[in-house]
């Protein structure tokens, strides 16, 4: 495996001969242009990255299991492999800590062992058997048999927040490699060399354990361009993405309209709502308003999951909580955002909120000229529901108090606020009814609900749900993070009255795999 930085697209077991232009990664600290050059990716390399990923789709849907698991644990053990330049390279072009890298090369190493194991103990597939009776009347019964089967060919489009978890080897690729499907990743321009060193890595991974020439690709280049070509192209069956709500729905409206149309998820936009009840702010208002400063200026505010909007009851332990978050991100120092892009749109959106009469800037934020500071503002319930357009995501360090009059405000903002990926409830004891309504409500409106902790952080297991109602991704059923990721990229498929030699080893009578099964609607191995 070489860690030199070529600057072209991986495209098979080779590299990019073709140019459609020039473009560079930048230092994110003090925006040095950095080397190498990379060479954008030809429409003509574009589509034949897509076309090779269909060719090696039937055979890599047909590898066994152990053999794409030694497949995604050699990935994992190459990126570990690249040790301290990884890292500074990730830190060079993203200004996260060194910690924060670590941390994240962890996680995404885990997710890929974690899905290896997942996909050889094999129940995943959801093996489902109703044996023939011959004997039913008025019409014998035949026998069925069904499981969860791959897609085809996946394009998977790089997060700027999270360079190695959402990106290259992140958890699209890896849940998609696992359950039999080629990928097409599109790298994200912030973090070039970040991607081309992983993207080294996993066709070095694809070589060493035998995969077909085109499971893996990685595109450079321009995002709009390369991206609606990926998505039309015939070849591609579904595509991951994680960004801003007009990319994600640019490449929906693009499948959508394929004479195939086909799968978009898209984790695209979340506010993440805080509801502190009574109780729980009269008892610990102060732990409350340390937890939420380093959640909202958890890396930066660049999480998808940092709380945009917090609802704190109105009256004296509400303005000490107030008072309180504010010292603490007054006392925050600024800080390097991922990419120029993203704080020129966190300054103009702090700027707007801070002249915006509807809400009071309780700090105001004074950013430099490439570090941004953290933000506060305030504002009462019945003018947030008068005006949802204050709930418009604010990427970065800064949040909105909402203060609430009576506890069915909260409830109202609950059925009037879009989809989200997290909803937080701040409780204690007293305040049981409350929290239990907003359950109920809050059940339709997000994909995890979490209590008395912070929204930040996305434990890797198999129950998590990263996912939510409209607009925090398109289809609310679905999770980008945990085991039924996997799910994103697979149908179920049926076989009936089929010769046992046909069959699917997990829907043989003697399940070789030994996989857990429902057989005559009894679930068991």
């Not at 990923?53 to 299991?65: E, I, S, V």
């Not at 899905?115 to 044996?131: K, L, Q």
């Not at 709930?391 to 606020?417: C, S």
Request: net charge neutral; charged share 20%; proline share 6%.
């Amino acid at each position: 495996m070489t860690t030199e930085l070529l600057g072209k697209s991986i495209i098979g077991y080779g590299r990019s001969e073709a140019s459609a232009g020039l473009l560079y990664g930048n230092s994110a600290t003090t925006g040095e242009r950095l080397q190498p050059a990379y060479h954008s990716a030809t429409n003509e390399e574009t589509a034949r990255a897509a076309e090779m990923a269909g060719a090696a789709f039937p055979a890599y849907r047909a590898k066994p299991a152990r053999e794409r698991a030694a497949f995604l644990r050699k990935i994992a053990e190459n990126l570990e492999g690249l040790g301290d330049r990884l890292v500074e390279r990730v830190v060079t072009e993203t200004a996260l800590p060194e910690a924060r890298v670590k941390g994240e090369r962890a996680r995404t190493c885990g997710q890929l062992r974690f899905f290896a194991d997942m996909i050889e103990e094999g129940s995943w597939v959801d093996a489902r058997i109703d044996r023939a009776d011959s004997e039913r009347k008025p019409a014998p019964k035949p026998d069925i048999r069904s499981m969860l089967r791959p897609l085809g060919p996946v394009a998977v489009f790089c997060a700027s927040n999270f360079p190695l978890a959402f990106s290259v080897a992140g958890g699209d690729t890896a849940t998609a490699l696992a359950c039999g499907c080629p990928v097409v990743v599109k790298a994200h321009m912030s973090h070039p060399a970040t991607a081309e060193l992983c993207g080294e890595a996993l066709m070095a991974a694809a070589q060493s354990t035998g995969m077909p020439e085109g499971v893996f690709s990685l595109l450079f280049g321009e995002g709009t361009r390369i991206g609606q070509a990926l998505v039309a192209h015939p070849a591609i069956k579904a595509a991951g993405f994680t960004g801003s709500r007009t990319g994600g729905l640019a490449l929906v409206k693009t499948a959508q309209s394929r004479p195939d149309p086909i799968p978009v998820y898209a984790e695209m936009s979340s506010v993440n709502p805080v509801f502190v009840l009574p109780n729980a702010l009269a008892q610990r208002g102060a732990q409350i308003a340390a937890g939420l400063h380093g959640s909202v200026t958890l890396g930066v505010g660049q999480f998808c999951t940092n709380p945009g909007l917090v609802l704190v009851p109105e009256g004296g332990a509400g303005d000490g909580l107030a008072s309180a978050l504010a010292e603490k991100l007054r006392g925050t120092a600024p800080a390097s955002m991922l990419n120029a892009t993203i704080f020129k749109s966190y300054s103009k959106i702090v700027t707007t909120r801070s002249g915006d009469a509807r809400v009071r800037a309780l700090v105001a934020a004074s950013n430099g000229e490439r570090t941004a500071s953290a933000a506060l503002f305030e504002t009462d319930a019945p003018t947030f529901l008068k005006n949802p357009d204050l709930a418009e995501e604010m990427f970065g360090p800064a949040t909105i108090l909402i203060r609430y009059g009576k506890f069915e405000d909260t409830l109202d903002m609950v059925r009037h606020m879009e989809g989200n990926l997290t909803a937080t409830i701040q409780m204690a004891a007293g305040d049981e009814d409350a929290a239990a309504k907003l359950v109920a409500a809050l059940e339709t409106r997000v994909g995890r609900i979490v209590f008395n902790g912070y929204p930040t952080g996305v434990e890797v297991c198999q129950a998590m749900v990263h996912g939510g109602p409209y607009p925090a991704t398109p289809d609310g059923r679905t999770t980008s993070v945990g085991g039924r990721a996997i799910e994103r990229w697979v149908r179920a498929v049926c076989w009936q009255d089929s010769p046992v030699e046909l069959l699917p080893e997990e829907l043989r009578d003697d399940n070789p795999r030994g996989v857990m099964r429902i057989v005559d609607g009894v679930r068991g191995r």
